[in-house]
Nanobody
Framework: QAQLVESGGGLVQAGASLRLSCVASGRAFNSAYSRYVMAWFRQAPGKEREFVAVVAESSTRIKYADSVKGRFTISRDNAKNTVYLQMDNVKPEDTAVYYC??????????????????WGQGTQVTVSS
């Protein structure tokens, strides 16, 4: 069974850095992880889950939400079935539960939540001012 497990969340002060990781496991990922699009979404209390960043299967296509562009970096290590989100210069408004998401490559808007059929359980990131 396919599974995504996030880690790396925590409580940090504004301006600090944090790195989130998401490890994919299960038959689907173990045999073809490089064919999966990997993304990060986040959900703050009382708000909708929103797109943060995505890296396509080839790592040549990367996109960020405007709110994190220039501060966050998404990357993937296909040998480890892992996607990372390096968060630098974090702000209090980055406080949210961060979710890893995945789908097989193909057509569609990779910034849209409903495009993804695999989700992790989430990791909490809290940024104090």
């Amino acid at each position: 069974q396919a599974q995504l497990v996030e880690s790396g969340g925590g409580l940090v002060q504004a301006g600090a850095s944090l790195r989130l990781s998401c490890v994919a496991s299960g038959r689907a990922f173990n045999s073809a992880y490089s064919r999966y699009v990997m993304a990060w979404f986040r959900q703050a209390p009382g708000k909708e889950r929103e797109f943060v960043a995505v890296v396509a299967e080839s790592s040549t296509r990367i996109k960020y939400a405007d709110s994190v562009k220039g501060r966050f970096t998404i990357s993937r290590d296909n040998a480890k079935n892992t996607v990372y989100l390096q968060m630098d210069n974090v702000k209090p408004e980055d406080t949210a539960v961060y979710y890893c998401a995945s789908r097989l490559y193909g057509s569609g808007d990779y910034t849209v939540r409903r495009q993804y059929n695999y989700w992790g359980q989430g990791t909490q990131v809290t940024v104090s001012s």
